[in-house]
Protein backbone atom coordinates (compact mmCIF):
# COMPACT_ATOMS: atom_id res chain seq x y z
CA UNK A 1 0.00 0.00 0.00
CA UNK A 2 2.88 2.38 0.70
CA UNK A 3 4.47 1.90 -2.48
CA UNK A 4 1.51 2.39 -4.33
CA UNK A 5 1.11 5.68 -2.18
CA UNK A 6 4.86 6.90 -3.22
CA UNK A 7 4.15 6.05 -6.65
CA UNK A 8 1.00 8.21 -6.72
CA UNK A 9 3.16 11.06 -5.21
CA UNK A 10 5.67 10.36 -7.67
CA UNK A 11 3.67 10.71 -10.80
CA UNK A 12 1.85 14.21 -8.86
CA UNK A 13 5.11 15.95 -8.87
CA UNK A 14 5.27 15.99 -13.04
CA UNK A 15 1.38 16.79 -13.55
CA UNK A 16 1.99 19.84 -11.33
CA UNK A 17 5.37 20.63 -13.56
CA UNK A 18 2.65 20.44 -16.69
CA UNK A 19 0.45 22.68 -14.84
CA UNK A 20 2.81 25.03 -14.12
CA UNK A 21 3.45 25.48 -18.04
CA UNK A 22 -0.28 25.01 -19.19
CA UNK A 23 -1.03 27.78 -17.16
CA UNK A 24 1.24 30.50 -17.99
CA UNK A 25 1.29 29.34 -21.67
CA UNK A 26 -2.00 29.81 -22.15
CA UNK A 27 -2.52 33.32 -20.55
CA UNK A 28 0.78 33.90 -22.80
CA UNK A 29 -0.91 32.47 -25.95
CA UNK A 30 -3.63 35.29 -25.61
CA UNK A 31 -4.14 38.42 -27.28
CA UNK A 32 -2.87 41.64 -26.17
CA UNK A 33 -1.05 42.13 -22.94
CA UNK A 34 -1.65 43.71 -19.38
CA UNK A 35 -2.06 47.34 -20.71
CA UNK A 36 -4.49 46.84 -23.67
CA UNK A 37 -7.73 47.41 -22.49
CA UNK A 38 -6.37 50.75 -20.37
CA UNK A 39 -3.46 52.11 -22.94
CA UNK A 40 -4.13 55.97 -23.50
CA UNK A 41 -3.39 56.53 -26.96
CA UNK A 42 -1.83 60.26 -26.17
CA UNK A 43 0.57 57.97 -23.79
CA UNK A 44 4.33 58.75 -24.19
CA UNK A 45 5.77 55.21 -25.76
CA UNK A 46 8.97 54.99 -24.00
CA UNK A 47 6.75 55.09 -20.70
CA UNK A 48 4.57 52.12 -21.88
CA UNK A 49 8.07 50.15 -22.69
CA UNK A 50 8.87 51.47 -18.84
CA UNK A 51 6.13 49.99 -17.81
CA UNK A 52 6.40 46.93 -19.70
CA UNK A 53 10.53 46.66 -18.57
CA UNK A 54 9.29 47.02 -14.96
CA UNK A 55 7.15 44.23 -15.05
CA UNK A 56 9.49 42.09 -16.57
CA UNK A 57 7.03 41.66 -19.92
CA UNK A 58 10.28 42.24 -22.51
CA UNK A 59 12.39 39.36 -20.84
CA UNK A 60 12.43 36.31 -23.15
CA UNK A 61 9.72 33.71 -22.76
CA UNK A 62 11.85 31.10 -20.56
CA UNK A 63 12.95 33.71 -18.58
CA UNK A 64 9.88 35.02 -17.48
CA UNK A 65 8.21 31.63 -16.82
CA UNK A 66 11.24 30.47 -14.19
CA UNK A 67 10.99 34.10 -12.73
CA UNK A 68 7.17 33.30 -12.19
CA UNK A 69 7.54 29.47 -11.01
CA UNK A 70 10.48 30.58 -8.52
CA UNK A 71 7.73 33.36 -7.12
CA UNK A 72 5.09 30.31 -6.86
CA UNK A 73 7.44 28.33 -4.89
CA UNK A 74 7.89 30.61 -2.61
CA UNK A 75 4.41 31.78 -2.24
CA UNK A 76 5.14 35.36 -4.51
CA UNK A 77 2.84 35.71 -7.16
CA UNK A 78 4.02 39.47 -7.69
CA UNK A 79 1.68 42.11 -7.82
CA UNK A 80 -1.93 42.80 -8.77
CA UNK A 81 -2.57 44.95 -11.88
CA UNK A 82 -5.86 46.36 -10.42
CA UNK A 83 -5.26 46.87 -6.86
CA UNK A 84 -2.18 48.76 -7.14
CA UNK A 85 0.36 47.88 -4.43
CA UNK A 86 -1.45 44.88 -3.25
CA UNK A 87 0.64 41.38 -3.66
CA UNK A 88 -1.76 38.65 -5.22
CA UNK A 89 -0.66 36.09 -2.39
CA UNK A 90 -2.98 38.41 0.17
CA UNK A 91 -5.70 39.25 -2.46
CA UNK A 92 -6.48 35.55 -2.78
CA UNK A 93 -5.58 34.73 0.81
CA UNK A 94 -8.42 37.43 2.18
CA UNK A 95 -10.69 36.04 -0.42
CA UNK A 96 -9.90 32.31 -0.46
CA UNK A 97 -11.58 31.47 3.58
CA UNK A 98 -15.04 32.75 2.04
CA UNK A 99 -14.43 30.33 -0.77
CA UNK A 100 -13.46 27.33 0.88
CA UNK A 101 -16.62 27.56 3.41
CA UNK A 102 -18.83 27.91 0.63
CA UNK A 103 -17.14 24.62 -0.53
CA UNK A 104 -17.32 22.92 2.44
CA UNK A 105 -20.78 23.79 3.20
CA UNK A 106 -21.73 22.49 -0.28
CA UNK A 107 -19.82 19.46 -0.19
CA UNK A 108 -21.09 19.27 3.35
CA UNK A 109 -25.36 19.45 1.80
CA UNK A 110 -24.10 17.58 -1.43
CA UNK A 111 -23.08 14.41 0.71
CA UNK A 112 -25.76 14.30 3.57
CA UNK A 113 -28.61 14.88 1.29
CA UNK A 114 -27.39 12.69 -2.40
CA UNK A 115 -25.91 9.15 -0.42
CA UNK A 116 -28.85 8.60 1.95
CA UNK A 117 -31.71 9.65 -0.68
CA UNK A 118 -29.37 6.88 -3.59
CA UNK A 119 -29.71 4.27 -0.90
CA UNK A 120 -33.26 4.78 -0.40
CA UNK A 121 -34.32 4.65 -3.87
CA UNK A 122 -32.16 1.57 -4.50
CA UNK A 123 -33.26 -0.35 -1.29
CA UNK A 124 -37.04 0.63 -2.51
CA UNK A 125 -37.09 0.71 -6.37
CA UNK A 126 -39.79 1.99 -7.86
CA UNK A 127 -41.50 3.65 -5.46
CA UNK A 128 -43.37 7.35 -5.33
CA UNK A 129 -39.93 8.17 -3.67
CA UNK A 130 -38.09 6.61 -6.22
CA UNK A 131 -39.65 8.46 -8.77
CA UNK A 132 -39.52 11.63 -7.13
CA UNK A 133 -35.94 11.47 -6.42
CA UNK A 134 -35.69 10.42 -10.31
CA UNK A 135 -37.40 13.48 -11.22
CA UNK A 136 -35.09 15.79 -8.70
CA UNK A 137 -32.05 14.39 -10.52
CA UNK A 138 -32.77 15.70 -13.81
CA UNK A 139 -34.10 18.85 -12.43
CA UNK A 140 -30.68 19.42 -10.63
CA UNK A 141 -28.49 17.91 -14.30
CA UNK A 142 -30.70 20.18 -16.63
CA UNK A 143 -30.91 23.76 -14.18
CA UNK A 144 -28.38 26.02 -14.78
CA UNK A 145 -26.30 27.16 -11.55
CA UNK A 146 -27.17 30.83 -12.11
CA UNK A 147 -30.83 30.50 -13.09
CA UNK A 148 -31.62 28.66 -9.68
CA UNK A 149 -29.60 31.09 -7.78
CA UNK A 150 -31.91 33.55 -9.18
CA UNK A 151 -34.88 31.80 -8.53
CA UNK A 152 -33.49 31.06 -5.28
CA UNK A 153 -33.05 34.48 -4.41
CA UNK A 154 -36.51 35.82 -5.42
CA UNK A 155 -38.21 32.82 -3.31
CA UNK A 156 -36.31 33.08 -0.12
CA UNK A 157 -34.88 36.59 -0.19
CA UNK A 158 -37.30 38.85 -1.75
CA UNK A 159 -40.62 36.84 -1.13
CA UNK A 160 -40.25 35.17 2.09
CA UNK A 161 -37.49 36.97 3.02
CA UNK A 162 -36.17 34.08 5.28
CA UNK A 163 -32.61 34.00 3.57
CA UNK A 164 -29.93 37.10 2.39
CA UNK A 165 -29.36 37.56 -0.86
CA UNK A 166 -25.54 38.12 -0.93
CA UNK A 167 -22.76 38.98 1.41
CA UNK A 168 -21.34 36.97 3.98
CA UNK A 169 -22.42 39.19 6.96
CA UNK A 170 -25.47 41.26 7.80
CA UNK A 171 -23.84 43.98 9.48
CA UNK A 172 -19.87 44.48 10.66
CA UNK A 173 -19.08 44.44 14.21
CA UNK A 174 -21.17 41.08 15.02
CA UNK A 175 -18.87 38.27 16.70
CA UNK A 176 -19.47 35.24 18.47
CA UNK A 177 -22.29 33.07 18.73
CA UNK A 178 -24.35 35.63 16.14
CA UNK A 179 -21.55 35.80 13.76
CA UNK A 180 -21.71 31.98 13.41
CA UNK A 181 -24.94 31.93 12.72
CA UNK A 182 -25.28 34.57 10.28
CA UNK A 183 -22.50 33.15 8.17
CA UNK A 184 -24.48 29.87 8.30
CA UNK A 185 -27.25 32.14 6.67
CA UNK A 186 -25.52 33.88 4.37
CA UNK A 187 -24.25 30.63 3.02
CA UNK A 188 -26.99 28.36 2.74
CA UNK A 189 -28.51 29.56 -0.99
CA UNK A 190 -25.26 30.01 -2.54
CA UNK A 191 -24.21 26.36 -0.81
CA UNK A 192 -27.69 24.84 -2.53
CA UNK A 193 -26.91 26.63 -5.51
CA UNK A 194 -23.36 25.66 -6.47
CA UNK A 195 -24.38 21.64 -4.90
CA UNK A 196 -27.63 21.15 -6.77
CA UNK A 197 -26.01 19.58 -9.68
CA UNK A 198 -23.40 17.51 -7.46
CA UNK A 199 -26.04 16.29 -5.32
CA UNK A 200 -27.98 15.34 -8.46
CA UNK A 201 -25.36 13.79 -9.89
CA UNK A 202 -24.16 11.64 -6.60
CA UNK A 203 -27.49 10.44 -5.55
CA UNK A 204 -28.36 8.66 -9.45
CA UNK A 205 -24.41 7.03 -9.24
CA UNK A 206 -25.51 6.07 -5.31
CA UNK A 207 -29.05 4.59 -6.94
CA UNK A 208 -27.34 3.21 -9.65
CA UNK A 209 -24.47 1.12 -7.45
CA UNK A 210 -26.13 0.03 -4.89
CA UNK A 211 -28.57 -1.45 -7.01
CA UNK A 212 -25.66 -3.46 -8.78
CA UNK A 213 -23.75 -4.03 -5.58
CA UNK A 214 -27.22 -5.37 -4.29
CA UNK A 215 -27.21 -7.83 -7.21
CA UNK A 216 -24.35 -9.65 -6.47
CA UNK A 217 -23.60 -13.23 -5.98
CA UNK A 218 -21.45 -12.66 -2.73
CA UNK A 219 -24.51 -10.40 -1.55
CA UNK A 220 -27.26 -13.46 -2.03
CA UNK A 221 -24.30 -15.40 -0.30
CA UNK A 222 -24.23 -12.96 2.88
CA UNK A 223 -27.96 -13.23 3.27
CA UNK A 224 -28.01 -16.85 2.91
CA UNK A 225 -25.91 -16.97 5.93
CA UNK A 226 -27.92 -15.44 8.25
CA UNK A 227 -26.22 -11.98 8.08
CA UNK A 228 -28.72 -9.26 9.50
CA UNK A 229 -29.82 -6.46 6.45
CA UNK A 230 -28.14 -4.07 8.33
CA UNK A 231 -25.06 -5.58 8.18
CA UNK A 232 -25.16 -6.53 4.71
CA UNK A 233 -25.59 -3.10 3.57
CA UNK A 234 -23.01 -0.94 5.47
CA UNK A 235 -20.45 -3.40 6.13
CA UNK A 236 -20.51 -4.99 2.54
CA UNK A 237 -22.55 -2.82 -0.27
CA UNK A 238 -21.58 0.70 0.58
CA UNK A 239 -17.97 -0.42 0.94
CA UNK A 240 -18.07 -1.13 -2.92
CA UNK A 241 -20.88 1.37 -3.61
CA UNK A 242 -18.84 4.07 -3.12
CA UNK A 243 -15.86 3.71 -5.26
CA UNK A 244 -17.44 5.96 -7.96
CA UNK A 245 -18.26 8.78 -5.12
CA UNK A 246 -15.03 8.50 -4.04
CA UNK A 247 -13.68 9.25 -7.88
CA UNK A 248 -16.07 12.28 -7.85
CA UNK A 249 -15.20 13.82 -4.27
CA UNK A 250 -11.24 13.86 -5.91
CA UNK A 251 -12.80 16.00 -8.77
CA UNK A 252 -15.53 17.91 -6.89
CA UNK A 253 -12.48 19.73 -4.48
CA UNK A 254 -11.43 22.00 -7.58
CA UNK A 255 -15.07 21.73 -9.66
CA UNK A 256 -16.54 23.49 -6.28
CA UNK A 257 -14.26 26.03 -6.20
CA UNK A 258 -14.43 26.98 -10.00
CA UNK A 259 -18.25 26.67 -10.02
CA UNK A 260 -18.35 29.17 -7.27
CA UNK A 261 -17.02 31.82 -10.11
CA UNK A 262 -20.82 32.38 -11.38
CA UNK A 263 -22.52 31.67 -8.46
CA UNK A 264 -20.18 33.89 -6.17
CA UNK A 265 -21.49 36.43 -9.07
CA UNK A 266 -24.71 35.76 -8.87
CA UNK A 267 -25.12 36.24 -4.79
CA UNK A 268 -22.27 38.97 -4.45
CA UNK A 269 -20.30 37.12 -2.75
CA UNK A 270 -16.95 37.85 -1.46
CA UNK A 271 -14.65 34.86 -2.56
CA UNK A 272 -12.55 33.64 -4.86
CA UNK A 273 -14.60 33.68 -7.69
CA UNK A 274 -15.15 37.17 -7.79
CA UNK A 275 -11.70 37.69 -7.58
CA UNK A 276 -11.18 35.76 -10.73
CA UNK A 277 -14.37 37.40 -12.87
CA UNK A 278 -12.88 40.84 -11.92
CA UNK A 279 -9.02 39.63 -12.92
CA UNK A 280 -10.49 38.32 -16.29
CA UNK A 281 -12.28 41.60 -17.20
CA UNK A 282 -9.64 44.02 -16.50
CA UNK A 283 -6.65 41.39 -17.72
CA UNK A 284 -4.83 41.08 -14.13
CA UNK A 285 -2.43 38.20 -15.29
CA UNK A 286 -0.94 37.50 -12.31
CA UNK A 287 -4.02 37.12 -10.35
CA UNK A 288 -5.41 34.94 -13.06
CA UNK A 289 -2.26 33.11 -12.82
CA UNK A 290 -2.18 32.12 -9.61
CA UNK A 291 -6.41 31.13 -9.09
CA UNK A 292 -5.52 28.88 -12.07
CA UNK A 293 -2.79 27.20 -10.71
CA UNK A 294 -4.41 27.03 -7.61
CA UNK A 295 -7.69 25.80 -8.82
CA UNK A 296 -5.68 23.25 -11.19
CA UNK A 297 -3.35 22.13 -8.20
CA UNK A 298 -6.95 21.46 -5.64
CA UNK A 299 -7.60 19.06 -8.82
CA UNK A 300 -4.85 17.37 -8.77
CA UNK A 301 -4.58 17.05 -5.13
CA UNK A 302 -8.21 15.61 -5.00
CA UNK A 303 -7.11 13.11 -7.22
CA UNK A 304 -4.21 12.65 -5.77
CA UNK A 305 -6.70 11.49 -2.73
CA UNK A 306 -8.95 9.76 -4.25
CA UNK A 307 -6.56 7.25 -5.26
CA UNK A 308 -5.23 6.86 -1.40
CA UNK A 309 -8.93 6.24 -0.35
CA UNK A 310 -9.18 3.86 -2.99
CA UNK A 311 -6.24 1.64 -1.53
CA UNK A 312 -8.50 2.12 1.43
CA UNK A 313 -11.52 0.97 -0.18
CA UNK A 314 -10.87 -1.74 -2.45
CA UNK A 315 -7.98 -4.06 -0.81
CA UNK A 316 -7.43 -4.93 -4.88
CA UNK A 317 -5.89 -1.94 -5.70
CA UNK A 318 -3.15 -2.39 -3.39
CA UNK A 319 -0.01 -2.80 -5.72
CA UNK A 320 3.16 -3.56 -3.59
Not at 47 to 60: F, I, S, T, W
Request: proline share 5%.
Amino acid sequence: MYQYIIRRVLVFIPMLFVLTILCFGLIKAAPGDPFSSRLDPKINPEVYEKQREALGLNDPIHIQYLNWVKGAIRGDFGESMIFKGRAVSDLIGERLENTLYLGLMTLFITIVVSIPIGIYSARHPYTPLDYGATAFGFFGLATPNFFFGLVAIYIFSITLGWLPAQGTVTRPGMEGFELFIDKIRHLILPSLTLGLAGTATYMRYMRSEVLDVLGSDYIRTARAKGMTERSVLYKHTLRNALIPIITLLGFEVGTLLAGAVITEGVFQFPGLGRLFLQSIGNRDYPTIMAINLMLGFLVLLGNLLADIFYSIVDPRIRYD
